[in-house]
T-cell receptor, first 116, second 112 residues
Framework: ETGVTQTPRHLVMGMTNKKSLKCEQH?????MYWYKQSAKKPLELMFV???????ENNSVPSRFSPECPNSSHLFLHLHTLQPEDSALYLC???????????????FGQGTRLTVV | QKEVEQNSGPLSVPEGAIASLNCTYS??????FFWYRQYSGKSPELIMS????GDKEDGRFTAQLNKASQYVSLLIRDSQPSDSATYLC????????????FGAGTRLFVKA
């Protein structure tokens, strides 16, 4: 089992659909992240959860809704997305978040999302 | 000014040569520096981390950090075609609220 697992790997959805992305980490880490990667743009941090509490929300539209039921699982609920939301969505985890913590992040394989 | 800046490339080097990848950052309070490798269609993979000024070597990879110049680099010795990928520089520090900021990446192409 790889350290950080994401499902599904590919997703095509219409603008009126509701879908969810799932991430699971098997590393015993305390922090989990959602990143968005669009073509030729830097990785954009969307959300950070530390010890199951959301600590960062980088002005992400409300059509993206994260959920962290426990320290091993992270979801990204999607609804009424736009075509410009098509991108690679990456989940990552790290040992801790913030001062004194390891910030080396380990990424899942990503979900390639296409909104039609 | 971008927070983390990298030359987008592509950087093309012959097999066996040294590839030199550079990154500058704007936040003087940055404390942790990382290099990730990302193959096309794959997720980023951490290859080096560096926290103090100087050089850090790991196999064919050497990371160099100069905090005074706000500059971090990655050298790849004896480059192989399998090193062809996009290399992402990432920076983390207290000023940024401990958010890890990524550069846009440099594409490296190693010619056989």
């Amino acid at each position: 089992e790889t350290g950080v697992t994401q499902t599904p790997r590919h997703l095509v959805m219409g603008m009126t659909n509701k879908k969810s992305l799932k991430c699971e980490q098997h590393l015993g880490h305390n922090a989990m992240y959602w990143y968005k990667q669009s073509a030729k743009k830097p990785l954009e941090l969307m959300f950070v959860y530390s010890l199951e509490e959301r600590v960062e929300n980088n002005s992400v539209p409300s059509r993206f809704s994260p959920e962290c039921p426990n320290s091993s699982h992270l979801f990204l609920h999607l609804h009424t997305l736009q075509p410009e939301d098509s991108a690679l969505y990456l989940c990552a985890s790290s040992q801790d978040y913030g001062a004194g913590g390891f910030t080396e992040a380990f990424f899942g394989q990503g979900t390639r999302l296409t909104v039609v | 000014q971008k927070e983390v800046e990298q030359n987008s490339g592509p950087l093309s080097v012959p097999e066996g040569a040294i590839a030199s990848l550079n990154c500058t950052y704007s936040d003087r309070g940055s404390q942790s520096f990382f290099w990730y490798r990302q193959y096309s269609g794959k997720s980023p993979e951490l290859i080096m981390s560096i926290y103090s000024n100087g050089d850090k070597e790991d196999g064919r990879f050497t990371a160099q950090l100069n905090k005074a110049s706000q500059y971090v680099s990655l050298l790849i010795r004896d480059s192989q075609p399998s090193d062809s990928a996009t290399y992402l520089c990432a920076v983390n520090g207290e000023t940024g609220g401990f958010k890890t900021i990524f550069g846009a990446g440099t594409r490296l192409f190693v010619k056989a």
